[in-house]
């Protein structure tokens, strides 16, 4: 059975650094596209990074040179460091495991979230 | 990159079917056929209910199926049931190799 469990959200102020942690069983850190997604309390959900098995790397705009996203391939754990924390990124922070889709678009191949934790909370307070 | 475009509430009696749309760009949409689709529950995680515009995970209702036209992907749900009312959502790979998610649909169940 696939468990991801979230750690390392609380409260920081604007400016602070936070680092999230998401420890993995049932599946190899390493071995796959893991990705995390953030929902603002009331808000839809935001795609905020990615990491293939290759170790390369793709960030949305909003937390581009600001968050890097890292794993741990001697624990399983896949991490989230968030710097320069603004107001808007106040969220619930997922990881979550990308499955390849199994059809190509030339050398390209999508991917969808199956196995989600169940979040940790991040409030950056002024 | 801009979310893709959901309406905000559909809503449908018991056994109707309903549609969702799903509009993105020639970015997203329009040149892949990598559109999922998740439902989440108040307070819990979100769960994929189909991949690939139209693939649907083990164990996932057969009432759920989706499709594409262009730059815009549908999610119908038929059958409706008092289970479905939740909120749900559309992502899609893009060209950039990021994703993006749709804004959001609440379906009601009257």
């Known amino acids: 059975e696939v468990q991801l469990v979230e750690s390392g959200g609380g409260l920081i102020q604007v400016g602070g650094s936070l680092r999230l942690s998401c420890a993995a069983s049932?599946?190899?850190?390493?071995?796959?596209?893991m990705s995390w997604v953030r929902q603002a309390p009331g808000k839809g959900l935001e795609w905020v990074s990615i990491i293939h098995s290759s170790g390369t790397t793709y960030y949305a705009d909003s937390v581009k040179g600001r968050f890097t996203i890292s794993r741990d391939s001697s624990k399983d754990t896949l991490f989230l460091q968030m710097n320069s924390l603004r107001a808007e990124d106040t969220a619930l922070y997922y990881c979550?495991?990308?499955?390849?889709?199994?059809?190509?678009?030339?050398?390209?191949?999508?991917?969808?979230?199956?196995?989600w934790g169940q979040g940790t909370l991040v409030t950056v307070s002024s | 990159q801009s979310a893709l475009t959901q309406p905000a509430s559909v809503s449908g009696s018991p056994g109707q079917s309903i549609t969702i749309s799903c509009t993105g760009t020639?970015?997203?949409?329009?040149?892949?056929?990598?559109v999922s689709w998740y439902q989440q529950h108040p307070g819990k995680a979100p769960k994929l209910v189909i991949h690939d515009v139209s693939d649907r995970p083990s164990g996932v209702s057969n009432r759920f199926s989706g499709s594409k036209s262009g730059n815009t992907a549908s999610l119908t749900i038929s059958g409706l049931q008092a289970e479905d009312e939740a909120d749900y959502y559309c992502y899609s790979y893009t060209t950039s190799s990021t994703g993006v998610f749709g804004t959001g649909t609440k379906v009601t169940v009257l």
């Open positions: 020639s970015s997203d949409i329009g040149t892949y056929n990598y």
């Open positions: 049932g599946i190899t850190v390493s071995s796959n596209y």
């Open positions: 979550a495991r990308a499955g390849l889709s199994k059809y190509y678009s030339g050398l390209k191949r999508g991917h969808y979230f199956d196995y």
